[in-house]
């Protein structure tokens, strides 16, 4: 068995250091806690009891753990555990995890170096038991979990009787008829989740009835995922009747209904899980609230802690409490009572043969996929329907040019920002700018960068349906780790932190290879995307803008071989140094999960990404993501627009289709469900950007962004980018694919690109 003076050994500190950790009678640095922590958890010491003992048994401070600040269910809990604690001379010290685990990881080591009598927490991570059983358990330090314990962990509970409430209130729902009964909760590892989908799965079986699990929704119990889900979900299911399991999951639920256009009350019956109030102001009528008392919760969970503290053999282990809702006799509308109206009931659109519709042609994307998922609510406001269908992004534009005279089929179709100059010299969109220069467009709502976008020779050709660009992903939880910290700066003599250049990036990369750094706790440093041209080229064009590169001069002369291009050329090579596999066989999703699966420390990607990403690494524990600008600070300038067929006899039914999604509202709503709105509202959002940090980085990154632009003459033909593109990606493979050097490379391919500007009319003298 470990001893304290292995543990000093492998921390590198002395055994009075590890002691006063312990004990807490002394302040010990963050940087030396950290390295403590590590050893203790390493070689699995556990204090005895003499080691604990040295805590000072005047010792009165209780640290507390909740998840967010903004929940007012929460801060209920803490104003009865202030409550209670003080009567009894204890202070309570709140801290916040954000939901976040790494963060709550350091919340309670902290706690546990102040020397902390005990500990109030609701957790984040229930399954990260490890964690728990070396800190809490090992350290011996007395604590209550509220509604949620960690798996499998011999510790304290204090919560409700959230099994028996939802089993009263599904049996109430099925008494009175309703069988399309959804439950919509947070993650099932929560203990309080568990339990109520415990009751609604027992009051079906009990009754005969079979549930369906489709019909079970789980989020991760903030407003804004709910609205997400149940959109996506359970909304276009026939639904009778929707439990939520906490007034944060309501209000999304609520939100997401509405969308869908279903009354409540009147179509739909709802019921949530709340807190206990006198005032009824803020409760709309027809939805059933419980009445669970958050007060009376923390006051009691303090109790029961004060119990442990002051005697470390007390047996008593949980404490669960009753939700008054139990005591009352409900009083439910009959199913039957419900509409039956095939636009709303059975959460079905149904569009009568005489509505106007417009036909929109989509690329396969995300926030293409979240904008109709909202459509039906455009189609409420303003009777006109909606036709999707969708096209990988390697085929839009070629359908869009080879079907020019049928592509009046429809109305609207997205483009790629890169494609704008093509498209209007072949006359394949209307000009719009009489339209967005009237009063019922506001451009004043839309980022300056993603407006133009849309213009070209001073005229609008679309309007902005994605404004994202590329970012910095980042285990922050590993760049701040003083172990990895020291050992890079005993590596490199310089300190760990998101690189600001591309050779700064190449070094981090291969310090968290493992073929180059055995110690890395990473495979690899980083990925590259490069499946598709569409794909590789503007990993290319980061590097070539960031080392003052380019493709052509002021006078459209290609300059493919020049010196600034060879270096960048040479800077990708490094960066594959330090990836699983090339770029040619790997795609922008494998990128993305390979970082979100811990197998890279760092990740240039999409910020429509960023939201995947966070939601991964924090389901399966992995650390904790971080944001930065991309390295050389020339990312990319990323957008789709949607374009309006100059053919189209329906121009007045898309502009209004133009004025809805360009609203703030509407944008809101996309960004909920992961996509890149271009308007302003949601970055300056303080709700979504607690929930959505990147987006701040976002912001930023738009002052810096480049554009993918051909060159340009009057009287010559417009060079489709993807063709440019695709020579700039031969360039890349024939380097690494067929082992040219790079100066021969660039010169290959300048006389491919020369042969290009000369197929589209650029005079030979331009290309000389």
Known sequence: MATLKDVAKDAGVSIATVSCYLSGSKPVRASTRLKIQESIEKLKYIPNASARNLKSPQSRLVGVVLTDIDDLYHAEIFKGISSSLQSEGYSASVAFSNNLPDKECTIINDFISQNAAGLLIITCQPQNTEFFQNRLLNFRIPTVFLERIPQDLDACLAGFQNEKTAFYLTDALLEKGYRHIALVCGPSYFTSEHDCILGYQRAFAQRGIPWDD????????????????????????????????????????????????????????????????????????????????????????????LKHIQDPDCKEKSLIL????????????????????????????????????????????????????????????????????YLPQKELLSHVYEHTDKIHSYDIYMYDVPWLDYLVQNSLLADLTDFISGDSFHTEYIFPENMENCRCQGRYYGVPLIGGTQVLFYRKDLFENSSWQKLYYEQQEAHLKPPRTWTEFNRIAAFFTRSENLDSPT????????????????????????????????????CLDRPENQQAFESVLDTLRYTERPPFSTSISQTVEDFSLGKTAMLITYSEYAAQISRHIHEN???????????????????????????????????????????????????????????????HSLELLKLYPWMSITEKSFAYTQKRKGPYRSRALVVPQNKIEAILCQTLRQIVQEGCSVFQSLADNQERLRGLLLSYGYPRAFTH
Not at 523 to 552: H, K, Q, Y
């Open 214 to 305: 489709s019909l079970i929704c789980t989020t991760n119990m903030t407003q804004e995922d709910a609205f997400k889900v149940v959109l996506t979900t359970i909304s276009r299911q026939p639904l009778d009747a929707v439990i939520s399991s906490s007034e944060a999951i309501h209000w999304g639920t609520l939100e997401a209904l509405k969308n869908r256009g279903l009354r409540v009350p009147g179509d739909i019956q709802l019921m949530t899980f709340s807190e206990e109030s006198w005032s009824q102001a803020y409760r709309t009528g027809g939805i059933l609230y419980t009445s669970r008392t958050a007060f009376h919760l923390g006051a009691s969970a303090s109790r029961l802690l």
């Open 322 to 389: 009753s939700d008054s809702i139990l005591q009352q006799k409900l009083n439910l509308p009959p199913a039957s009572s419900l509409s039956r109206s095939p636009f709303t009931s059975l959460g079905i659109s149904v569009v009568p043969s005489y509505q106007p519709q417009l036909k929109i042609l989509l690329a396969d994307l995300t926030t293409a996929h979240s904008m109709e998922l909202l459509a039906d609510n455009f189609t409420r406001k303003t009777g006109i329907s909606l036709s999707f269908d």
């Open 523 to 558: 495979m690899f440093g980083t990925s590259m995307a490069g499946i598709v041209d569409e794909e590789l080229a503007p990993e290319l064009w980061i590097r070539l803008w960031a080392m003052n590169g380019c493709l052509w001069d002021s006078y459209n002369r290609p």
């Open 621 to 683: 524990i992995i650390g904790q993501v971080g944001y930065h600008l991309i390295p050389g600070r020339r990312p990319a300038s990323v957008g789709w627009n949607l374009g309006m067929n100059p053919y189209s006899a329906r121009a007045s039914l898309a502009y209004q289709f133009f004025d809805w999604l360009c609203q703030p509202d509407t944008s809101f709503h996309i960004t909920i469900l992961d996509g890149q709105s271009p308007l302003m509202a949601p970055y």
